[in-house]
């Protein structure tokens, strides 16, 4: 089945700097690829998503970028900020009804 | 607004014992999922359903069991819980059909002692 493996583990950026987060998977076939942001004592929340036919997406400071022959996909985020501070996950799946599957999840902070 | 609520925040339970761990979507969502989360492990697939009255394994499956009777609810069941289930447990909804979003209740923390 699907691996999905997530780095770094822990993130420590200054406010005002860039943050980057990546993700390799395991299954060609998979072809949608979200990321979820879960802050402290909250439920995960999707931020953005990708499919398999987009290489990149923005909205505002978060970008996602994909690179289907290298099965690698990243989160980017711009001037950081104290409320980015939050536990982020990446996930795949291959199709439209088959399971997120979840890499383990980066700690990001942001220092002020 | 889209609402998954699990019916319960915190839950401590005696080893050995049966428990059940609810949750609830109030969008007409045909997919149901139930994750557990542990520092380090990320979020991991314990059971999934795409309609009432069916049920898939995830992950980790062993000592879990589900149930889903109505299409907005889905139930948890740990059978006899041991020390080693006691963790986060996130239910999650979804639409049918394509790549959707996959919308969280808020959690469970279950210990079991």
């Known amino acids: 089945g699907e691996n999905v493996e997530q780095h770094p583990s822990t993130l420590s950026v200054q406010e005002g700097d860039s943050a980057v987060i990546k993700c390799t998977y395991s299954d060609s076939a998979s072809n949608y690829f979200p990321w979820y942001k879960q802050e402290l004592g909250k439920r995960p929340q999707l931020i953005i998503d990708?499919?398999?036919?987009?290489g990149e997406k923005k909205d505002q400071r978060i970008a996602v970028t994909l690179n289907k022959t290298a099965k690698h996909f990243s989160l980017h985020i711009t001037e950081t900020q104290p409320e980015d501070s939050a536990v982020y996950f990446c996930a795949a799946s291959i199709s439209g009804n088959t399971p997120l599957v979840f890499g383990k999840g980066t700690r990001l902070s942001v220092i002020a | 607004d889209v609402k998954v609520t699990q019916s319960s925040r915190y839950l401590v339970k005696r080893t050995g014992e049966k428990v059940f761990l609810e949750c609830v979507q109030d969008?007409?969502?045909?997919?149901m999922f139930w994750y557990r989360q542990d520092p380090g492990l990320g979020l991991r697939l314990i059971y999934f359903?795409?309609?009432?009255?069916?049920?898939e394994k995830g992950d980790i499956p062993e000592g879990y069991s589900v149930s889903r009777e109505k299409k907005e609810r889905f139930s948890l069941i740990l059978e006899s819980a041991s020390t080693n289930q006691t963790s986060m447990y996130l239910c999650a909804s979804s639409l049918a059909g394509g790549h959707t979003e996959a919308f969280f209740g808020q959690g469970t923390r279950l210990t079991v002692v």
């Open positions: 969008m007409d969502h045909e997919n």
């Open positions: 990708i499919r398999s036919n987009v």
């Open positions: 359903s795409y309609d009432v009255k069916m049920k």
